[in-house]
């Protein structure tokens, strides 16, 4: 969940009044709310295709499915929101050096509803194009968006975490929404129908985007140009090569994968991705420990960073189960059905309980770090991150009770997921800012866009890994599941148990950070 640069997690939680008086209650820029709405919708798109994903490819084919059995489907599932954070990296920088954040904005906006419109195509071939356009899309959108919110408060200070704390309501109120109606069209019609809800949305967002564009101003609207990258007689950016020659191999891999040249096997390339993004992270920190320059305190916070890096890449792989084990337990094992009224939940509707619980406790959890704060009481980053990843293995507790149920062969009633998502939002409240945070403080100055890029490694590891994991689960063992999800009790809660013993010795070498 998203999430200042995250795709939803990440965003700055709303300050307590105190705080934003008297700047804070300033007049917002115009342009925040061309941004808001354009996330909003683009937000609505994501998660409400997010949410049939797993279920589209799982059902049977005579149902409109793709009839793919668990560990396929969740492995590209994994993949699928894996590559969603990594491609932000890239995205942000042809921003940076080639478009402009409003153009890359625009652009990737078009590439993203292209993307839900081809899946609406049912075809095998115009799925897998899909999300493919949906991963280059975002990547574009997201990283960019959420800049220009930065840009349009040159002067910082609280009327700009004001300014994001609106962003990030649109976030979350897009969140909430796409589930709902993506969700009813397409379990309750056709699985397409949902698909191509997501498209309309993000047209919707592009539309105002169009016309709204103008009170953005400057913000985000030319790229930074470096004259020593211009080359040949037009003046174009070196920098387009690269671009160019990087898409020139995503397509030839995409069409040579579609005419079925050659194939992929989802469950071993998930595998494989997740060894070569570990193997890519140890070569940069061997390298910025090595060659980066650091004095010895800029050593010590980087050892902080990959600690906390660690333990995000560990809260994602479980929190991410949302839209794989958890949807798919909702589905097959939840009793949805409402007797008053004849009508059954359809299984996405849990995909808005996180964005929900988000909108209503974030104040109060930001109010808490504050008032915490003012009495010297307020926990160190170490400890907020243990008390986010022990509520992560609570709520899989409460999972393991509901496993446990439907061996004995009951269908379980909404409260056990209800809870579970409730305990699992309040975790990410205390580690997912506290950690965007956190990375953005103890970086290096020279390494603060790299390291902030790291957060997103992170988050697309533990999408990985959740993938994976949720193909563990077998429907046709399900008396294996308590086990499994005890697993995900027990890894998250003894890291949060190491992590507290850690506080001391972490805090020393955060060096005054707070």
Known sequence: MERILRIKRGSPMIPNNSTLLPEATAKHPRG???????????????????????????????????????????SIYGLYTAFVYLVALPGGWIA????????????????????????????????FLGLVLVVLGTGLLKPNISAMVGQLYPEGGARRDAGFTIFYMGINLGAALGPLICSTLGEKLNWHYGFAAAGVGMAFGLIQFKFTSKHLGTAGLAPHRDPRNVTGVRGIDRGWYYVGAAMAVVLTVVILGLARVITFNPIPLAQNTTYVIVGIAMIYFIGIFAFGGLNAIEKQRVVVIIVLLFCAALFWSGFEQAGSSLNLFADRYTDRMLETFAFE??????????????ITLAPIFAALWVNMARRHLNPAIPMKFAF????????????????????????????????TYLLHTMGELCLSPVGLSAVSKLAPARFVGQMMGLWFVAASLGNLIAGLFAGEIDPNAIDQMPDLYLRVVITPVLAGVVMLILVRPIKKLLGGVQ
């Open 32 to 74: 925040l709310y061309t941004l808001f709405f354009t996330e909003m919708w683009e937000r609505f798109s994501y998660y409400g295709m997010r949410a049939l994903l797993v279920l589209f490819m799982v059902d049977a084919v005579e149902s409109g499915g793709l009839g793919f059995d668990d560990k396929t489907a969740t």
């Open 388 to 419: 986010g990843l022990i509520l992560l293995g609570a709520g899989f507790l409460v999972m393991v009770a509901a496993a446990k149920l439907v061996v004995a062969g009951d269908k379980v009633a909404p409260f056990w997921l209800i809870f």
């Open 345 to 358: 939940i359809p299984t996405g509707w849990f995909q808005m309980l996180n964005p929900v619980f988000i």
């Open 96 to 127: 940076d050096r080639l478009l402009g954040a409003q153009r890359a904005v625009w652009y990737g906006g078009i590439i993203i509803a292209l993307g839900h419109f081809t899946l609406a195509i049912p075809t095998l071939q115009a799925f």
